[in-house]
Protein backbone atom coordinates (compact mmCIF):
# COMPACT_ATOMS: atom_id res chain seq x y z
CA UNK A 1 0.00 0.00 0.00
CA UNK A 2 1.10 3.24 -0.69
CA UNK A 3 0.41 6.71 1.11
CA UNK A 4 -1.31 9.49 -0.91
CA UNK A 5 -2.71 12.70 -0.43
CA UNK A 6 -6.09 11.67 0.16
CA UNK A 7 -5.15 8.30 2.16
CA UNK A 8 -4.20 5.02 1.76
CA UNK A 9 -3.99 3.87 -1.55
CA UNK A 10 -4.70 -0.50 -1.46
CA UNK A 11 -4.85 -2.53 -4.38
CA UNK A 12 -8.58 -3.01 -5.11
CA UNK A 13 -10.21 -5.80 -4.05
CA UNK A 14 -10.81 -9.11 -6.26
CA UNK A 15 -14.14 -9.01 -5.02
CA UNK A 16 -15.04 -5.18 -5.32
CA UNK A 17 -17.21 -4.44 -8.18
CA UNK A 18 -16.25 -2.39 -11.02
CA UNK A 19 -18.53 -0.92 -13.50
CA UNK A 20 -17.88 0.36 -16.93
CA UNK A 21 -20.19 3.67 -18.31
CA UNK A 22 -19.28 5.38 -21.44
CA UNK A 23 -18.93 8.73 -22.17
CA UNK A 24 -18.61 9.67 -25.51
CA UNK A 25 -16.18 7.68 -27.54
CA UNK A 26 -14.23 6.62 -24.48
CA UNK A 27 -15.33 4.23 -21.35
CA UNK A 28 -14.45 5.05 -17.71
CA UNK A 29 -14.12 2.60 -14.80
CA UNK A 30 -15.40 3.44 -11.33
CA UNK A 31 -16.36 2.15 -8.07
CA UNK A 32 -19.52 0.77 -7.39
CA UNK A 33 -19.12 0.90 -3.50
CA UNK A 34 -17.95 4.02 -3.87
CA UNK A 35 -21.08 5.20 -5.99
CA UNK A 36 -23.26 3.93 -3.48
CA UNK A 37 -21.54 5.56 -0.32
CA UNK A 38 -21.79 9.25 -1.79
CA UNK A 39 -24.98 8.97 -3.46
CA UNK A 40 -26.39 7.72 0.05
CA UNK A 41 -24.20 10.23 1.93
CA UNK A 42 -25.61 13.37 -0.39
CA UNK A 43 -29.46 12.29 -0.07
CA UNK A 44 -28.49 12.26 4.05
CA UNK A 45 -27.06 16.00 3.48
CA UNK A 46 -28.96 17.66 0.98
CA UNK A 47 -31.92 15.73 0.20
CA UNK A 48 -34.20 18.39 1.81
CA UNK A 49 -32.56 21.24 -0.36
CA UNK A 50 -35.72 22.64 -2.21
CA UNK A 51 -33.12 23.74 -4.84
CA UNK A 52 -32.44 19.87 -5.70
CA UNK A 53 -35.27 18.54 -5.87
CA UNK A 54 -35.40 18.23 -8.89
CA UNK A 55 -31.99 15.24 -9.11
CA UNK A 56 -32.98 14.21 -5.82
CA UNK A 57 -33.13 11.52 -4.38
CA UNK A 58 -29.89 10.30 -6.06
CA UNK A 59 -30.60 6.23 -6.54
CA UNK A 60 -27.36 4.67 -5.30
CA UNK A 61 -28.30 1.34 -7.32
CA UNK A 62 -28.55 3.44 -10.49
CA UNK A 63 -26.01 6.05 -12.10
CA UNK A 64 -27.88 8.99 -10.96
CA UNK A 65 -25.01 10.60 -9.58
CA UNK A 66 -23.24 11.11 -12.59
CA UNK A 67 -26.37 12.92 -13.69
CA UNK A 68 -27.20 14.69 -10.51
CA UNK A 69 -23.78 16.76 -11.03
CA UNK A 70 -24.51 18.29 -14.65
CA UNK A 71 -26.29 21.69 -13.71
CA UNK A 72 -23.44 21.95 -10.60
CA UNK A 73 -26.02 23.01 -8.16
CA UNK A 74 -25.39 19.64 -6.78
CA UNK A 75 -21.67 20.03 -5.96
CA UNK A 76 -21.65 23.44 -5.00
CA UNK A 77 -24.28 22.76 -2.44
CA UNK A 78 -21.88 19.99 -1.67
CA UNK A 79 -18.89 21.86 -0.73
CA UNK A 80 -20.82 24.23 1.68
CA UNK A 81 -22.01 21.04 3.35
CA UNK A 82 -18.84 20.28 3.65
CA UNK A 83 -17.27 23.68 4.52
CA UNK A 84 -20.26 25.98 5.48
CA UNK A 85 -19.80 29.17 3.73
CA UNK A 86 -17.50 28.70 0.95
CA UNK A 87 -19.78 29.69 -1.71
CA UNK A 88 -22.32 32.87 -1.49
CA UNK A 89 -25.85 31.11 -2.63
CA UNK A 90 -26.48 34.16 -4.50
CA UNK A 91 -23.85 33.67 -7.24
CA UNK A 92 -25.43 30.09 -7.95
CA UNK A 93 -27.29 29.78 -10.88
CA UNK A 94 -30.15 28.02 -10.70
CA UNK A 95 -33.60 26.16 -11.74
CA UNK A 96 -34.65 23.11 -13.63
CA UNK A 97 -33.97 24.14 -17.10
CA UNK A 98 -30.55 25.62 -17.25
CA UNK A 99 -28.68 26.92 -20.29
CA UNK A 100 -25.40 24.96 -21.14
CA UNK A 101 -23.60 28.58 -20.33
CA UNK A 102 -24.98 29.07 -16.75
CA UNK A 103 -23.60 25.01 -16.53
CA UNK A 104 -20.83 26.00 -16.93
CA UNK A 105 -20.61 29.07 -14.78
CA UNK A 106 -22.05 26.75 -11.73
CA UNK A 107 -19.10 24.48 -12.63
CA UNK A 108 -16.75 26.41 -12.78
CA UNK A 109 -17.57 27.91 -9.35
CA UNK A 110 -17.65 24.74 -7.99
CA UNK A 111 -14.22 23.67 -8.87
CA UNK A 112 -12.66 26.89 -8.18
CA UNK A 113 -14.27 26.52 -4.59
CA UNK A 114 -12.98 23.14 -4.37
CA UNK A 115 -9.35 24.33 -4.58
CA UNK A 116 -9.94 26.49 -2.06
CA UNK A 117 -10.47 24.32 0.23
CA UNK A 118 -8.06 22.28 -0.73
CA UNK A 119 -9.26 20.40 -3.08
CA UNK A 120 -6.96 18.80 -6.12
CA UNK A 121 -8.95 19.02 -8.92
CA UNK A 122 -6.45 19.92 -11.33
CA UNK A 123 -7.33 17.21 -14.05
CA UNK A 124 -11.10 18.29 -13.57
CA UNK A 125 -12.70 20.45 -15.73
CA UNK A 126 -16.25 22.17 -16.37
CA UNK A 127 -16.95 19.87 -19.25
CA UNK A 128 -16.01 16.49 -17.40
CA UNK A 129 -18.73 17.23 -14.54
CA UNK A 130 -21.34 18.43 -17.07
CA UNK A 131 -21.20 15.24 -18.86
CA UNK A 132 -20.64 13.34 -15.51
CA UNK A 133 -17.51 11.56 -16.19
CA UNK A 134 -17.53 8.71 -13.24
CA UNK A 135 -13.81 8.79 -11.97
CA UNK A 136 -13.34 12.30 -11.84
CA UNK A 137 -16.51 12.72 -10.87
CA UNK A 138 -16.09 10.31 -7.43
CA UNK A 139 -12.88 11.70 -7.21
CA UNK A 140 -14.09 15.07 -7.05
CA UNK A 141 -16.62 13.90 -4.07
CA UNK A 142 -14.56 12.17 -2.29
CA UNK A 143 -12.24 15.07 -1.76
CA UNK A 144 -14.84 17.54 -0.93
CA UNK A 145 -16.86 14.79 1.98
CA UNK A 146 -13.13 13.79 3.51
CA UNK A 147 -12.64 17.22 3.94
CA UNK A 148 -16.38 18.12 5.96
CA UNK A 149 -16.10 14.82 8.00
CA UNK A 150 -12.27 15.70 8.73
CA UNK A 151 -13.34 19.14 9.52
CA UNK A 152 -13.44 18.84 13.49
CA UNK A 153 -11.64 16.04 14.33
CA UNK A 154 -9.13 18.25 15.74
CA UNK A 155 -8.31 19.71 19.86
CA UNK A 156 -10.25 23.21 18.93
CA UNK A 157 -13.33 21.65 18.08
CA UNK A 158 -12.68 18.83 20.69
CA UNK A 159 -10.54 19.71 23.40
CA UNK A 160 -11.44 15.93 25.14
CA UNK A 161 -9.06 14.47 22.51
CA UNK A 162 -6.46 15.55 25.04
CA UNK A 163 -7.45 12.20 26.41
CA UNK A 164 -5.59 10.11 23.00
CA UNK A 165 -2.22 11.61 24.08
CA UNK A 166 0.60 8.85 24.62
CA UNK A 167 2.82 8.63 27.72
CA UNK A 168 5.70 11.22 27.37
CA UNK A 169 3.30 13.01 24.63
CA UNK A 170 2.54 16.87 24.94
CA UNK A 171 -0.42 18.49 23.08
CA UNK A 172 1.69 19.44 20.32
CA UNK A 173 2.73 16.19 19.52
CA UNK A 174 -1.08 15.59 19.12
CA UNK A 175 -1.69 18.85 17.33
CA UNK A 176 0.92 17.22 14.22
CA UNK A 177 -1.07 14.35 13.93
CA UNK A 178 -3.41 13.88 10.39
CA UNK A 179 -7.06 13.54 11.12
CA UNK A 180 -6.69 9.65 10.12
CA UNK A 181 -4.16 8.75 12.64
CA UNK A 182 -6.28 10.79 15.50
CA UNK A 183 -8.97 8.57 14.29
CA UNK A 184 -6.96 5.22 14.76
CA UNK A 185 -6.04 6.45 18.10
CA UNK A 186 -9.81 7.35 18.91
CA UNK A 187 -10.67 3.84 18.07
CA UNK A 188 -8.05 1.97 19.66
CA UNK A 189 -8.44 4.60 23.38
CA UNK A 190 -12.33 3.09 23.45
CA UNK A 191 -10.77 0.02 22.66
CA UNK A 192 -8.61 0.09 25.68
CA UNK A 193 -11.13 1.44 27.98
CA UNK A 194 -13.68 -1.09 27.32
CA UNK A 195 -11.17 -3.71 28.32
CA UNK A 196 -10.58 -5.21 24.51
CA UNK A 197 -7.33 -6.84 23.58
CA UNK A 198 -7.50 -5.70 20.10
CA UNK A 199 -5.91 -2.32 18.47
CA UNK A 200 -6.03 -1.59 14.90
CA UNK A 201 -3.39 -0.04 13.04
CA UNK A 202 -5.29 0.88 9.87
CA UNK A 203 -8.91 1.36 8.73
CA UNK A 204 -8.79 -1.84 6.19
CA UNK A 205 -7.44 -5.21 7.11
CA UNK A 206 -7.63 -4.39 10.69
CA UNK A 207 -11.09 -4.29 10.78
CA UNK A 208 -12.19 -6.69 8.33
CA UNK A 209 -14.05 -8.99 11.16
CA UNK A 210 -15.79 -6.21 12.36
CA UNK A 211 -14.33 -7.38 15.80
CA UNK A 212 -13.22 -3.59 16.65
CA UNK A 213 -16.34 -2.16 15.05
CA UNK A 214 -18.46 -3.77 17.34
CA UNK A 215 -17.01 -3.27 20.75
CA UNK A 216 -16.32 0.71 19.40
CA UNK A 217 -19.97 0.82 18.79
CA UNK A 218 -21.14 -0.50 22.00
CA UNK A 219 -18.49 1.24 23.83
CA UNK A 220 -19.54 5.14 22.27
CA UNK A 221 -23.78 4.18 21.93
CA UNK A 222 -26.04 5.86 24.44
CA UNK A 223 -27.18 3.11 26.94
CA UNK A 224 -31.44 3.63 25.91
CA UNK A 225 -30.59 2.70 22.03
CA UNK A 226 -29.78 -1.06 22.54
CA UNK A 227 -26.43 -1.11 21.37
CA UNK A 228 -24.94 -4.90 22.38
CA UNK A 229 -21.76 -7.09 21.02
CA UNK A 230 -23.81 -9.86 19.82
CA UNK A 231 -22.49 -9.65 17.00
CA UNK A 232 -19.19 -11.23 17.95
CA UNK A 233 -20.77 -14.66 17.98
CA UNK A 234 -21.59 -14.95 14.90
CA UNK A 235 -18.82 -16.66 12.95
CA UNK A 236 -19.67 -15.94 9.22
CA UNK A 237 -18.00 -12.41 8.49
CA UNK A 238 -20.43 -10.99 6.06
CA UNK A 239 -23.55 -11.64 8.54
CA UNK A 240 -21.05 -10.23 11.55
CA UNK A 241 -20.93 -7.04 9.61
CA UNK A 242 -24.46 -7.00 9.11
CA UNK A 243 -25.50 -7.17 12.49
CA UNK A 244 -22.12 -4.37 13.44
CA UNK A 245 -24.17 -2.11 11.37
CA UNK A 246 -27.29 -2.98 11.92
CA UNK A 247 -26.64 -1.48 15.66
CA UNK A 248 -24.31 1.77 14.00
CA UNK A 249 -27.83 1.90 12.18
CA UNK A 250 -29.77 2.54 15.77
CA UNK A 251 -27.22 5.40 15.95
CA UNK A 252 -28.21 6.90 13.04
CA UNK A 253 -24.71 6.05 11.72
CA UNK A 254 -25.09 3.21 8.76
CA UNK A 255 -23.18 5.70 6.44
CA UNK A 256 -20.48 4.79 4.06
CA UNK A 257 -20.34 0.98 4.45
CA UNK A 258 -21.91 -2.20 3.54
CA UNK A 259 -20.71 -5.53 4.94
CA UNK A 260 -19.07 -6.40 1.76
CA UNK A 261 -16.83 -3.06 2.19
CA UNK A 262 -16.20 -3.84 5.94
CA UNK A 263 -15.07 -7.35 4.64
CA UNK A 264 -13.32 -6.28 2.02
CA UNK A 265 -11.24 -3.40 4.17
CA UNK A 266 -12.39 -0.82 2.06
CA UNK A 267 -10.38 2.03 3.50
CA UNK A 268 -11.37 4.70 1.79
CA UNK A 269 -15.30 3.93 2.97
CA UNK A 270 -14.30 2.02 6.49
CA UNK A 271 -12.13 6.13 6.97
CA UNK A 272 -15.50 7.94 6.41
CA UNK A 273 -17.64 5.89 8.32
CA UNK A 274 -15.67 6.46 11.60
CA UNK A 275 -15.38 10.08 10.94
CA UNK A 276 -18.89 9.90 11.14
CA UNK A 277 -19.01 7.62 13.85
CA UNK A 278 -16.84 10.45 15.59
CA UNK A 279 -18.95 13.53 14.94
CA UNK A 280 -21.86 11.76 16.46
CA UNK A 281 -20.77 9.88 19.54
CA UNK A 282 -16.90 11.10 20.48
CA UNK A 283 -17.72 9.61 23.78
CA UNK A 284 -14.95 11.27 25.87
CA UNK A 285 -14.59 12.62 28.79
CA UNK A 286 -14.57 16.41 29.25
CA UNK A 287 -11.46 17.67 30.02
CA UNK A 288 -11.43 20.75 32.87
CA UNK A 289 -8.30 22.11 32.29
CA UNK A 290 -6.07 22.14 29.10
CA UNK A 291 -3.34 24.24 27.52
CA UNK A 292 -4.41 26.81 25.18
CA UNK A 293 -4.63 25.22 21.88
CA UNK A 294 -2.80 27.62 19.11
CA UNK A 295 -5.50 28.11 16.41
CA UNK A 296 -4.28 28.02 12.92
CA UNK A 297 -4.74 31.49 11.46
CA UNK A 298 -6.89 32.77 7.95
CA UNK A 299 -3.20 33.32 6.39
CA UNK A 300 -1.96 29.72 7.35
CA UNK A 301 -4.99 27.67 6.56
CA UNK A 302 -4.97 29.55 3.30
CA UNK A 303 -1.36 28.65 2.18
CA UNK A 304 -2.12 25.21 3.45
CA UNK A 305 -4.57 24.97 1.25
CA UNK A 306 -2.91 26.48 -1.59
CA UNK A 307 -0.98 23.70 -1.46
CA UNK A 308 -3.15 20.79 -1.55
CA UNK A 309 -4.90 22.07 -4.62
CA UNK A 310 -1.63 21.83 -6.20
CA UNK A 311 -1.65 18.24 -5.31
CA UNK A 312 1.77 17.83 -3.15
CA UNK A 313 1.91 14.39 -1.49
CA UNK A 314 2.23 14.01 1.05
CA UNK A 315 -1.03 16.00 1.54
CA UNK A 316 -0.41 19.24 4.25
CA UNK A 317 -2.43 19.03 7.33
CA UNK A 318 -0.05 20.94 9.88
CA UNK A 319 1.57 23.78 7.92
CA UNK A 320 4.82 24.34 9.68
CA UNK A 321 5.31 20.33 10.93
CA UNK A 322 4.60 18.72 7.42
CA UNK A 323 7.04 21.64 5.58
CA UNK A 324 10.41 20.54 7.79
CA UNK A 325 11.69 17.70 5.09
CA UNK A 326 11.89 20.15 2.62
CA UNK A 327 10.22 17.99 0.21
CA UNK A 328 6.51 19.91 -0.21
CA UNK A 329 8.19 22.79 -0.46
CA UNK A 330 10.84 21.46 -3.27
CA UNK A 331 7.46 20.28 -5.09
CA UNK A 332 5.94 23.29 -5.08
CA UNK A 333 8.95 25.24 -6.49
CA UNK A 334 8.87 22.69 -9.57
CA UNK A 335 5.31 24.18 -9.96
CA UNK A 336 6.28 27.78 -9.68
CA UNK A 337 9.09 26.77 -12.27
CA UNK A 338 8.46 23.48 -13.85
CA UNK A 339 12.17 22.19 -14.25
CA UNK A 340 13.70 24.18 -11.67
CA UNK A 341 14.25 21.36 -9.34
CA UNK A 342 17.18 18.55 -9.12
CA UNK A 343 15.11 15.78 -7.93
CA UNK A 344 19.08 13.76 -7.68
CA UNK A 345 19.58 16.44 -4.99
CA UNK A 346 16.72 15.72 -3.40
CA UNK A 347 16.69 13.47 0.15
CA UNK A 348 13.09 11.09 -0.42
CA UNK A 349 11.96 9.29 3.15
CA UNK A 350 11.98 6.78 4.79
CA UNK A 351 14.23 8.87 6.91
CA UNK A 352 16.52 6.81 9.36
CA UNK A 353 16.87 7.53 13.32
CA UNK A 354 20.63 8.42 13.04
CA UNK A 355 21.68 11.07 10.02
CA UNK A 356 17.66 11.45 9.19
CA UNK A 357 17.09 14.99 10.34
CA UNK A 358 20.99 15.89 8.39
CA UNK A 359 18.93 14.79 5.21
CA UNK A 360 15.59 16.44 5.41
CA UNK A 361 17.93 19.92 6.71
CA UNK A 362 19.74 19.38 3.48
CA UNK A 363 16.32 19.20 1.46
CA UNK A 364 15.99 22.60 3.55
CA UNK A 365 19.25 24.59 2.61
CA UNK A 366 18.32 23.40 -1.30
CA UNK A 367 14.95 25.21 -0.94
CA UNK A 368 16.21 28.39 0.20
CA UNK A 369 19.08 27.88 -2.49
CA UNK A 370 16.02 28.03 -4.90
CA UNK A 371 14.50 30.76 -3.12
CA UNK A 372 17.24 32.81 -4.39
CA UNK A 373 17.54 31.36 -7.62
CA UNK A 374 13.69 32.98 -7.83
CA UNK A 375 14.66 36.32 -6.51
CA UNK A 376 12.78 35.60 -3.18
CA UNK A 377 13.90 37.87 -0.11
CA UNK A 378 15.55 35.24 2.21
CA UNK A 379 17.91 37.45 4.16
CA UNK A 380 18.73 36.09 7.97
CA UNK A 381 16.66 33.17 6.50
CA UNK A 382 18.19 29.83 6.45
CA UNK A 383 17.41 25.95 6.03
CA UNK A 384 17.80 25.63 9.72
CA UNK A 385 14.81 27.85 10.28
CA UNK A 386 12.36 25.67 7.85
CA UNK A 387 13.42 22.80 9.09
CA UNK A 388 13.08 23.81 13.26
CA UNK A 389 9.61 24.97 11.96
CA UNK A 390 10.00 28.63 12.79
CA UNK A 391 6.52 30.20 12.11
CA UNK A 392 7.35 33.53 10.90
CA UNK A 393 10.62 33.14 8.59
CA UNK A 394 8.58 29.61 6.99
CA UNK A 395 5.71 31.90 6.90
CA UNK A 396 8.16 34.57 4.39
CA UNK A 397 9.21 31.54 2.18
CA UNK A 398 5.83 30.71 1.62
CA UNK A 399 4.16 33.66 1.16
CA UNK A 400 6.88 34.44 -1.79
CA UNK A 401 6.27 30.94 -3.03
CA UNK A 402 2.36 31.74 -3.68
CA UNK A 403 3.06 34.68 -5.12
CA UNK A 404 5.63 34.10 -7.63
CA UNK A 405 3.01 30.90 -8.54
CA UNK A 406 0.40 33.56 -9.03
CA UNK A 407 2.60 36.19 -10.85
CA UNK A 408 4.37 33.54 -12.80
CA UNK A 409 0.91 32.22 -14.25
CA UNK A 410 0.10 36.01 -15.60
CA UNK A 411 3.70 36.21 -16.95
CA UNK A 412 3.10 32.91 -19.30
CA UNK A 413 -0.44 34.70 -20.37
CA UNK A 414 1.13 38.18 -21.38
CA UNK A 415 1.60 39.33 -24.69
CA UNK A 416 5.40 39.46 -24.24
CA UNK A 417 6.34 36.79 -21.41
CA UNK A 418 7.62 39.64 -19.56
CA UNK A 419 7.54 38.94 -15.73
CA UNK A 420 4.49 41.06 -14.00
CA UNK A 421 5.06 43.49 -10.91
CA UNK A 422 2.43 44.25 -8.76
CA UNK A 423 2.06 48.02 -10.29
CA UNK A 424 1.13 46.70 -13.47
CA UNK A 425 -1.40 44.63 -12.08
CA UNK A 426 -2.92 47.99 -10.58
CA UNK A 427 -2.44 49.60 -13.91
CA UNK A 428 -4.61 46.72 -15.64
CA UNK A 429 -6.90 46.93 -12.71
CA UNK A 430 -7.96 50.55 -13.24
CA UNK A 431 -7.53 50.51 -16.96
CA UNK A 432 -10.10 47.77 -17.13
CA UNK A 433 -12.53 49.25 -14.31
CA UNK A 434 -12.05 52.79 -16.73
CA UNK A 435 -12.18 50.76 -20.02
CA UNK A 436 -15.87 49.72 -18.79
CA UNK A 437 -17.25 52.97 -17.30
CA UNK A 438 -16.70 51.78 -14.32
CA UNK A 439 -16.28 54.80 -11.28
CA UNK A 440 -13.85 52.63 -9.12
CA UNK A 441 -10.39 52.19 -8.78
CA UNK A 442 -7.56 51.15 -6.76
CA UNK A 443 -4.42 53.30 -5.87
CA UNK A 444 -2.70 49.79 -4.41
CA UNK A 445 -3.60 47.03 -2.47
CA UNK A 446 -4.12 48.46 1.03
CA UNK A 447 -6.96 51.14 -0.83
CA UNK A 448 -9.13 50.97 1.96
CA UNK A 449 -12.29 50.89 -0.68
CA UNK A 450 -11.22 47.68 -0.99
CA UNK A 451 -13.17 46.81 2.33
CA UNK A 452 -16.63 47.53 0.47
CA UNK A 453 -15.76 45.05 -2.26
CA UNK A 454 -16.80 47.80 -4.85
CA UNK A 455 -13.25 47.70 -6.85
CA UNK A 456 -13.98 43.72 -7.19
CA UNK A 457 -17.81 43.21 -8.09
CA UNK A 458 -16.61 46.20 -10.89
CA UNK A 459 -13.80 44.36 -11.85
CA UNK A 460 -15.49 41.10 -12.24
CA UNK A 461 -18.79 43.11 -14.72
CA UNK A 462 -16.10 44.57 -16.33
CA UNK A 463 -14.35 41.11 -17.37
CA UNK A 464 -17.44 39.54 -18.25
CA UNK A 465 -20.45 42.19 -18.38
CA UNK A 466 -23.95 41.16 -17.05
CA UNK A 467 -22.07 38.69 -14.66
CA UNK A 468 -22.56 41.36 -11.25
CA UNK A 469 -26.36 41.28 -9.90
CA UNK A 470 -26.04 45.14 -7.92
CA UNK A 471 -29.05 44.84 -6.51
CA UNK A 472 -26.99 42.73 -3.77
CA UNK A 473 -24.72 44.56 -3.05
CA UNK A 474 -24.93 47.06 -0.20
CA UNK A 475 -23.56 50.49 -1.11
CA UNK A 476 -22.43 53.26 1.20
CA UNK A 477 -22.60 51.00 4.46
CA UNK A 478 -19.71 50.90 6.62
CA UNK A 479 -21.66 47.99 9.01
CA UNK A 480 -19.53 44.72 9.21
CA UNK A 481 -22.03 42.92 8.26
CA UNK A 482 -23.07 44.71 5.09
CA UNK A 483 -19.55 44.71 4.38
CA UNK A 484 -18.78 40.80 4.92
CA UNK A 485 -21.92 40.24 2.85
CA UNK A 486 -20.70 42.56 -0.19
CA UNK A 487 -17.02 40.43 0.29
CA UNK A 488 -18.77 37.14 0.15
CA UNK A 489 -21.02 37.87 -2.78
CA UNK A 490 -17.56 39.00 -4.30
CA UNK A 491 -15.57 36.66 -3.71
CA UNK A 492 -17.67 33.90 -5.28
CA UNK A 493 -18.88 35.69 -8.28
CA UNK A 494 -14.96 35.98 -8.97
CA UNK A 495 -14.70 31.94 -8.85
CA UNK A 496 -17.59 32.13 -10.82
CA UNK A 497 -16.51 33.87 -13.84
CA UNK A 498 -12.69 31.76 -13.70
CA UNK A 499 -10.62 33.96 -10.61
CA UNK A 500 -8.98 30.78 -8.88
CA UNK A 501 -9.31 32.89 -5.44
CA UNK A 502 -7.40 31.70 -2.11
CA UNK A 503 -8.58 34.44 -0.39
CA UNK A 504 -11.44 34.83 2.06
CA UNK A 505 -14.18 37.41 2.71
CA UNK A 506 -12.39 38.42 5.98
CA UNK A 507 -8.80 39.80 3.50
CA UNK A 508 -11.23 41.85 1.23
CA UNK A 509 -13.21 43.76 4.21
CA UNK A 510 -9.78 44.15 6.76
CA UNK A 511 -7.79 44.90 3.24
CA UNK A 512 -5.17 42.13 4.18
CA UNK A 513 -2.62 43.67 0.98
CA UNK A 514 -1.10 40.52 0.46
CA UNK A 515 -4.47 38.47 -0.08
CA UNK A 516 -6.24 41.45 -2.29
CA UNK A 517 -3.20 41.08 -4.59
CA UNK A 518 -3.93 37.55 -4.96
CA UNK A 519 -7.77 38.16 -5.80
CA UNK A 520 -6.93 40.68 -8.24
CA UNK A 521 -4.29 38.60 -9.71
CA UNK A 522 -6.33 35.96 -10.21
CA UNK A 523 -8.69 38.17 -11.91
CA UNK A 524 -6.56 39.08 -14.73
CA UNK A 525 -5.81 35.58 -15.44
CA UNK A 526 -8.98 34.95 -15.99
CA UNK A 527 -9.48 37.91 -18.11
CA UNK A 528 -6.33 37.21 -20.15
CA UNK A 529 -7.57 33.54 -20.28
CA UNK A 530 -10.50 34.73 -22.46
Same mark, same amino acid.
Given at each position: MADTPWGTASKASSQAKI???????????FSDEEKYAFSDWINDCLGKDADLKHVMPVKPETNDLFTSVKDGILMCKLINDAVPETIDERVINKGQKMVVFKMHENQTLAINSAKSIGCNVINVGTQDLIDGTPHLVLGMIWQIIKIGLLSKVNLKAHPELYRLLEPGETIEDLLKLP????????? =??????????????????????????????SRIAPKNLGVDTAALRESDPMKR +????????????????????? @????????????????? =???????????? *??? @?? !???? !?KTFRNWMNSLGVSPFVNALYDDLRDGLVLLQLFDKIQPG????????????? +?? &??????? *? =?? =?????? +????NFSVVGIAGNDINAANKTLTLAVVWQMMRAYVLNILTQLSPDGKRIQDAEIVNWVNNTLSGAGKSSSISGFKDDSIKTSKPVVDLVDAI?? &?????????? &???? !?????????????????? &????? +???EDVVEVKPKMVMTIFAALMASALQK
Amino acid at each position: MADTPWGTASKASSQAKINTIQSGNTSHSFSDEEKYAFSDWINDCLGKDADLKHVMPVKPETNDLFTSVKDGILMCKLINDAVPETIDERVINKGQKMVVFKMHENQTLAINSAKSIGCNVINVGTQDLIDGTPHLVLGMIWQIIKIGLLSKVNLKAHPELYRLLEPGETIEDLLKLPADQILLRWV =NYHLREAGHPRRIANFSGDIKDSEAYTVLLSRIAPKNLGVDTAALRESDPMKR +AEKMLQNADKMGCRKFVRPKD @VCDGNPKLNLAFVANLF =NHFPALEPVEQI *EEI @VE !ETRE !EKTFRNWMNSLGVSPFVNALYDDLRDGLVLLQLFDKIQPGIVDWKRANQPPWK +AM &GGNMKKL *E =NC =NYCIEL +AKQLNFSVVGIAGNDINAANKTLTLAVVWQMMRAYVLNILTQLSPDGKRIQDAEIVNWVNNTLSGAGKSSSISGFKDDSIKTSKPVVDLVDAIRP &GSVDYNLIIS &GSNN !EKDLMNNAKYAVSVARKI &GAVVF +ALPEDVVEVKPKMVMTIFAALMASALQK
